[in-house]
């Protein structure tokens, strides 16, 4: 059965860092693209990180963008979201999924998605 985990969440305090992974199971991540998504309470689900199959190519929004090191180990079917200087406005669930990667990142019905990992950002 393919699937995405995530990990490597948790409570950290302003200023501090997480390194969250990506773990594909039943299918070979280095086909795909994939992001990194995240909601918070009471907002829309937003993309904030993607890098292509190869990872030759990433792209992250404005918010995180020098924040936050997406990168993947294909041999390892994993991909990672280093997250530095944390906010408490980076307080959210995180998603990682199957994208499309270019100036922004898309999913359609086919992509895989996982079930998140809790970040939170408090003193």
């Known amino acids: 059965q393919a699937r995405l985990v995530e990990s490597g969440g948790g409570l950290v305090q302003p200023g501090g860092s997480l390194r969250l992974s990506c773990q594909a199971s039943?299918?070979?991540?280095?086909?795909?693209?994939v992001g990194w998504f995240r909601q918070a309470p009471g907002k829309e689900r937003e993309a904030i990180s993607c890098?292509?199959?190869?990872?030759?190519?990433?792209w992250s929004t404005g918010s995180v963008r020098e924040r936050f090191i997406i990168s993947r180990d294909n041999q390892q079917n994993r991909v990672f979201l280093q997250m530095n200087t944390l906010k408490p406005e980076d307080t959210a669930q995180y998603y990682c999924?199957?994208?499309?990667?270019?100036?922004?990142?898309?999913?359609?019905?086919?992509?895989?998605w996982g079930q998140g990992t809790q970040v939170t950002v408090s003193t």
């Open positions: 039943g299918f070979t991540l280095s086909s795909y693209a």
């Open positions: 999924a199957t994208v499309t990667c270019g100036f922004g990142a898309r999913t359609g019905v086919n992509d895989y």
């Open positions: 890098i292509t199959d190869n990872g030759g190519s990433t």
